[in-house]
């Protein structure tokens, strides 16, 4: 059963008692991780509650607006910064998590990334053969070549030109309706993400789902976590309803890096070595427009469906951190990024449908940290080091070598003081350095502050995902990454919930 706010306004004696729910797991944070261990978990016998700060919505809540959907789809209403201003930190809520406004992108960790973890009870052959499970579970397939819009075939025609090496990507699409409105859910319920997959499951086995729900604190004693004390929010105003207390066998932590960490510090969880927190990648990015000749109309169609990777390399040997991949962005998006004001701002959002635009995302060796910044807001503090500037740099000429090969006719990065070429000649990588404030960088990943391993004074959990300093807590989200993952995390978020799902007591 999902419940809603609206139960517990007409039923305030839902439970046991009015405050209290008694289950053997509670899960906190419905996402790729969250959803697939709890429905795991819920498949093996256990009595699952699913904890959800986000609403529950249907695809008719789905309005492809923008003013509507982001302060409904991402933590801040998509305003989330590091503590210097540099990075936009996009952080989705809401049943499904971050799979509701994802783009649907599937690729497996690196084997050598795997590898790098040193995990005893977690190989790469472990690893991939969860992630091809979880891929049958999500339909993901490859994006057919006549499926791309006009902005991956640009994307596409310039790097074959160049003769860089580039492949259309894998997604997890049933009934694709190419809209182009991904990242604010997609009203067509196409995405066979968590909502859509893992949630039912659970359901199925009897598990519960509370949305509007957020957990406040775990109270703990010795090395056993014995309550999670929660508050029941209205949607809207997100003003109180009532307060929740959940009892529970085990609890699992799987509201993504940055809010999983707010959680365990909120309840002072014990930390010797100070780890929960630490070690934050971002997986940042930055990007650059094309105009043509042409009408492009990049927010219609398939969105981010084609791939390079010329400079992305896993081999220590080379120092090759990015991935390039066709941006996507609707109007409010496209003039937050644009710099400018007044006629001049406007002048350049009325080329906006002869814009093409590719972003650089960095596989970052730079490590930031989490804190709280007051009880509900994360501190995130993360200063680019120079040579992940540097490869960010590389990235911006590299992506406006690649448009002008497909013809654009001019290329805008778009620094504070925008930088307009007409010709890839005219560009000097030592004046692309993304300085901090200098141009607009956005990260939809972070990862790592939690992160697994063997040694306790340099991780949070064991290599099954257990704290290790409290016997029945878990972890089951992208904190767990030891390093950067240099791809999108979707499928490995997703195989390490139903790795951990797994392992669970019940």
Not at 350 to 357: F, G, N
Not at 384 to 400: K, T
Request: glycine share 8%; charged share 20%.
């Amino acid at each position: 059963m999902i419940y809603t706010f609206e139960h517990f306004i007409k039923n305030p004696r839902l439970f046991t008692s009015p405050t209290q729910l008694e289950v053997d797991i509670c899960v906190v944070g419905s996402g790729a991780g969250g959803a697939t261990a709890a429905a795991i978990a819920a498949a093996r016998g256990a009595r699952v509650v699913l904890l959800e700060a986000g609403s529950f919505l249907l695809p008719s809540d789905l309005t492809q607006r923008e003013e509507d959907m982001y302060p409904k789809l991402f933590y801040e209403a998509g305003g989330r910064r590091t503590r210097n201003r540099a990075i936009r930190v996009m952080h989705g809520m809401g049943v499904g998590g971050s799979t509701i406004h994802n783009i649907n992108l599937c690729k497996r960790t690196p084997k050598s990334i795997i590898e790098s973890w040193q995990l005893t009870n977690l190989s790469s052959e472990k690893f991939h053969q969860i992630s091809g499970e979880t891929e049958t579970d999500l339909n993901v397939l490859k994006i057919e070549d006549k499926d791309f819009n006009e902005n991956n075939w640009l994307f596409k025609t310039g790097t074959e030109r160049l003769g860089y090496k580039g492949s259309a990507l894998f997604h997890n699409r049933k009934g694709c309706a190419q809209s182009g409105f991904c990242e604010l859910g997609c009203s067509f319920n196409a995405k066979m993400n968590a909502l859509r997959v893992y949630i039912p499951k659970l359901v199925q086995h009897n598990g519960i789902v509370l949305s509007d729900t957020q957990a406040l604190q775990l109270q703990w004693s010795g090395r056993r976590i014995h309550d999670l004390m929660a508050q029941v929010l209205h949607p809207i105003s997100r003003s109180k309803i009532c307060d929740l207390t959940i009892k529970a066998k085990s609890y699992v932590l799987s509201a993504g890096a940055l809010e999983s960490v707010l959680l365990a510090l909120r309840s002072r969880l014990p930390d010797p070595h100070r780890q929960v927190g630490r070690h934050l990648h971002l997986h940042p990015g930055v990007a650059v427009c094309g105009i043509f000749s042409h009408d492009v109309i990049m927010w219609k169609g398939i969105p981010q469906s084609y791939e390079c990777t010329e400079f992305l390399s896993f081999d220590e040997r080379e120092d090759k951190r990015l991935w390039l991949v066709g941006g996507s962005a609707h109007p409010t998006g496209v003039a937050g990024m644009l710099p400018g004001f007044g006629h001049e701002h406007a002048g350049l959002m009325k080329l906006y449908p002869k814009m093409a635009s590719i972003s650089a995302m960095l596989h970052d060796h730079t490590e930031g940290t989490v804190d709280a910044d007051g009880p509900l807001l994360p501190k995130i503090d993360y200063d680019l080091g120079a040579e992940d500037r540097e490869q960010l740099a590389r990235g911006l000429l590299e992506s406006s070598k690649i448009l002008f090969a497909a013809g654009a006719k001019k290329v805008y990065v778009p620094f504070r003081n925008l930088k307009e070429f007409t010709s890839a000649e005219q560009m000097r990588v030592d004046e692309l350095y993304p300085e901090n404030m200098a141009i607009d960088m956005v990260a939809v990943h972070p990862m790592s502050t939690m992160r697994m391993g063997t040694d306790q004074t340099s991780s949070v959990t064991d290599d099954f995902g257990r704290y290790h300093h409290l016997d029945n807590l878990w972890l089951a989200d992208s904190s767990l990454f030891p390093t950067s993952l240099g791809v999108p995390p979707q499928i490995s978020v997703y195989s390490i919930g139903r790795y951990v799902g797994g392992l669970l007591p019940i």
